[in-house]
């Protein structure tokens, strides 16, 4: 259920951005889900998919370098409350018409305040990853589709993207 939002909460009465307090604000089950895409030539597709790029097996190396991104969120986005992740998962895979890396985060925490922050963090680099390790084949990759999926958790309770239901990755837990 979609329920009105408060107004800017990062900014003080003056205009002046600060921390959320989530101090009052009970724990639950808090949970995201974030997807986005690396749209690539048919030559850089065909080298990911027989995993013949020199820097090594492309989508592996951005499903770990998304995981260690949600953990460092908080270090990137300014007033970013830092979590105690329990889990974060990310898949990526190849889809074809148009070619492209296809990438899906989970994740998951038990606090005040939600994770979508860390699953669309974990998505976004795990695309730039994919665009360093196939930018010799493909210089004009380009990172598209990022958004959230769903959320569960706190006031809101459980949210999903009106019109469209998580894919379910490879994998995907």
């Known amino acids: 259920m979609n329920q009105p939002r408060d107004p800017l909460t990062h ?12 101090s009052d604000r009970p724990g639950s089950d808090r ?11 048919q030559a850089a597709w065909e080298a ?3 995993s013949t790029i020199s820097k090594g ?5 951005a499903k770990l370098a998304g995981i260690m991104a949600a953990k460092r969120t908080p270090e990137l986005i ?12 990310v898949d990526a ?18 606090g005040s305040t939600g994770v979508e922050m860390e699953a669309l963090t974990a998505v976004s680099v795990a695309a730039l990853t994919v665009i360093d390790m196939i930018k010799s084949l ?4 380009e990172v598209g589709s990022l958004r959230l999926l769903a ?23």
């Open 93 to 110: 895979w190849l889809a074809s018409d148009p070619p492209r890396v296809q990438l899906q985060a989970k994740v998951r925490c038990q």
């Open 151 to 173: 959320k569960r958790g706190g006031r809101s309770g459980e949210v999903r993207r009106p019109g469209s239901a998580p894919p379910e990755a490879p994998g995907a837990g």
């Open 78 to 89: 300014p007033l970013c409350h830092p979590l105690a992740l329990t889990h974060v998962a």
């Open 11 to 22: 900014l003080d009465k003056h205009g002046s951005a600060r921390m959320v307090d989530v």
């Open 31 to 41: 949970q995201a889900t974030a997807e986005g895409e690396v749209r690539i030539s």
């Open 138 to 141: 493909d210089p004009w990759a």
């Open 57 to 61: 097996n492309v989508l592996e190396v």
């Open 48 to 50: 990911v998919s027989s």
